[in-house]
């Protein structure tokens, strides 16, 4: 039986391409996803086309809802930046960042890594384009992944050490679509956009979609996802638990 290996995909690019290396190493791909009152819940959708596509063995969509939370441009009425330059966009930490939710998320990874068997989470975080988010930071994931050895059922009875896998973490924007192109990965299912338009197309404004043409641009690969195609769907069908 491969190892099992459980992935936070988000239905972005990142995650998409994380994904696709656990794969590519040869474990078992299991898919965790959270829709959590996001603005751009459209990227629920694509993580759901992405899971099978990826040929993950499972996929959880956990609803939740960090609204009750706020405090984010992405959870709160609080506008999205629009039209800011690469060099401001990594400046500092964006109003686009959502307080503690890399900790919130991996807490709901070790758990069904628990269940699993699962040695190892793969995120699919980068230190590059976003040098200001706190929890996308080498040490932070090495003070999770102590904690979460020292949290767990498993980890105390079976001397199991969990990892925290992120095989991106020093990978720039465009060196990560290259890998996910030669794994194969159909980019037009990803979502980046922040804010989408009420018709369900990327802005093409935010520091996600920007950051997004400039990584397929130096990239050298055309973005299959830029404006078309991906207007069939800005609702939500329902969560899978
Ligand atoms: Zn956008």
Known sequence: MSKRAVVLLSGGIDSATAA????DEGYEVHALTFHYGQRHAREVESA??????LGA???KVIDLDLRRIGGSALTDQIPVPKGRGVEEIGAGIPVTYIPARNTIFLAFAVAWAEVLGSEDIFLGVNAIDYSGYPDCR????????RMANLATK??????????????LIHLTKAEIIRRGAALGIDFSL????YDPTPDGHPC??????ILRQKGFAEAGIPDPGSLSSLADSS???GFVL
Not at 204 to 209: F, N, R, V, W, Y
């Open 48 to 53: 759901k086309k992405l899971a099978p596509a």
């Open 57 to 59: 063995a499972g996929h």
């Open 154 to 167: 498993a980890g105390v009875e079976r001397r199991s050490k969990l990892t925290i896998n992120t095989p």
């Open 138 to 145: 080498p040490e932070y994931i090495a003070a999770f992944e």
């Open 190 to 193: 990803t979502w980046s956009c």
């Open 204 to 209: 093409g404004a935010c520091d996600s979609c």
């Open 235 to 237: 609702r939500h069908q």
């Open 20 to 23: 696709a290396v656990a794969r």
